[in-house]
């Protein structure tokens, strides 16, 4: 990606990811975690702020860096399938909105993470939903990035 | 502490995770329950539009998941609708009485009727037994 990002702290087994996100609103820890789902080889990515020694997946931040967020965000990704590269993550967020913002980011970034993953969308929110390949346009509920 | 720089010239420092990571959180619960309930479905890598039909093209194993669930449903409704004919049956005879059993001699008394003779023979035999017992 051609956006700056910041630097990022991993933990020993590579699922949990931490950096500064600095802006508007000062300096926010960001927490990134790839969370073991039920079906074998798949994380979900979950997003979280750090307040006050607790981890918050619902706040919103506003720090005026998204783009900087997301390309690390993807720096993360692409690291993370470099360690386990038959893995598949899993990306929604916890508000429509949220999950909007991220399907918007994959699109507008789509050419370029083609080249090395493959992307594809849920719109079904039942739990009998399929994965088919992310096209724009669609509004999907979940996200699904595996490397090629 | 390690530095990893990989190929896209961000750096990743290995390091021990702070203790929040360490506590319980509802919220982070909640957010891989939700996951699991939303995203354990198949990869379709090959979708093609014929129409306004959709074929599906699917890997072996989701060819099989879908093969599975369809036999499965079918079987389900077949099981269904036999469960049902039974119950209109039986319905029908307790409600109209109609149904006639055949003895063995050929002549045929109405099932209500058997019904109440093989209470009362069951009935006298069990006053039997009783007798018996009050006589020991």
């Known amino acids: ?148 | 502490m390690e530095n990893i720089n990989e190929g896209s010239g961000v750096k990743f420092v290995l390091t021990d995770p702070p203790e929040y990571f360490n506590e319980p959180n509802a919220e982070l619960e909640e957010k891989v329950a939700y996951a699991n309930k939303i995203g354990l479905g198949e990869v379709v890598r090959d979708v093609k539009t014929e129409g306004t039909q959709q074929v599906v093209k699917t890997t072996k194993a989701a060819q099989n998941y879908v093969y599975k669930t369809k036999v499965e449903a079918l079987a389900a409704r077949k099981a269904a609708s036999e469960t049902s004919k039974k119950s209109r049956s039986s319905f029908t005879n307790r409600k109209t009485g109609s149904s006639v059993v055949k003895k063995a001699d050929g002549s045929g008394v109405k099932k209500s009727d058997e019904l109440t003779q093989r209470k009362l023979g069951h009935s006298l035999k069990e006053g039997a037994k009783r007798g018996k017992n009050d006589l020991k």
């Open chain 1, 1 to 148: 990606m051609e956006q700056n990002s910041y630097e990022v702290k991993v933990s020993q087994d590579r699922q949990q990811y931490w950096f500064v996100s600095s802006g508007k609103n000062g300096d926010i820890t960001k927490v990134v975690t790839m969370q073991t789902m039920k079906r074998a080889g798949r994380f979900n990515l979950a997003l979280a702020d750090e307040i006050n020694g607790k981890l918050d997946y619902k706040s919103k931040t506003d720090n005026g860096d998204l783009d900087y967020v997301f390309a690390t965000i993807s720096e993360i990704v692409i690291y993370f399938t470099k360690f386990f590269p038959a893995s598949e993550i899993f990306i929604t967020g916890n508000t429509p909105v949220k999950t909007r913002l991220y399907q918007m980011k994959v699109s507008n970034n789509l050419e370029w993470i083609n080249n090395e993953f493959e992307v594809f969308g849920m719109t079904d929110e039942s739990g009998n939903g399929d994965f088919t390949p992310f096209k724009m346009g669609i509004n999907y509920k979940g996200i699904l990035v595996t490397r090629k």
